[in-house]
């Protein structure tokens, strides 16, 4: 159990320093949520708030890239295979997680099909988070949290949603070109 400590405190601070940089950047509010207040249009016209979502997208891919390797290490440690079929929607998240910011570096100004694209990414991302939550929901777990802590999770992700889906379309988060 030592062995485990050190791994373990280092990505809790980790975490933490992700989420308060993640407040910090978008003025106190989830970069879901932000997305949606400010729209893809305004932040991708100027150029510091593009790099402040890059940089944001960039560093939950990175914390997702650790969990995963503690997801690896988890199923060797039960001698359980991550290769079958009830892992491949999880497999898509992880890879559109990285995917993202991938995509948003190569790509500096914002058209209508990359808005729709990184939508698109942003709502498959969600949807695994979704999966999850409901998933917990489902079955026991060992350490379990609330119930209410994952209904709450679940509102506010559905909410998050609806501003984006609202904002993109009532607003036309699209700039031409």
């Keep these: ?26 003025d106190n509010e989830d970069l879901l949520f932000w997305i949606g207040i400010r729209r893809l249009s305004t932040i991708y016209g100027k150029e510091s ?9 960039l560093c939950f891919a990175i914390n997702h890239l650790i969990h995963f390797v503690y997801i690896v290490l988890h199923y060797r440690y039960q001698q359980l295979s991550l290769l079958k079929p009830g892992n491949i929607f ?6 559109t997680i990285v995917a993202l ?33 409901l998933g917990r929901l489902s079955k026991e777990l060992p350490f379990p949290s609330p119930a209410l802590f994952y ?25 031409n070109g």
């Design 1 to 26: 159990m030592k062995n485990e400590a050190i791994p373990i405190i280092a990505v809790l601070l980790w975490e933490t320093g992700i989420y308060f940089l993640s407040a910090h950047m978008s």
């Design 49 to 57: 708030a593009r790099m402040i979502f890059v940089s944001a997208m």
């Design 90 to 95: 999880g497999a898509i998240g992880y890879l």
């Design 101 to 133: 910011p991938v995509y948003l570096l190569r790509k500096k100004f914002l058209t209508k099909g990359r808005c729709i694209t990184i939508h698109l990414l942003l709502y498959a991302t969600t949807l695994m988070f979704l999966a999850t939550y």
């Design 151 to 175: 209904y709450l999770c679940l509102l506010l992700i559905l909410f998050a949603i609806a501003i984006n889906v609202l904002s993109f379309l009532l607003k036309k988060d699209v700039r």
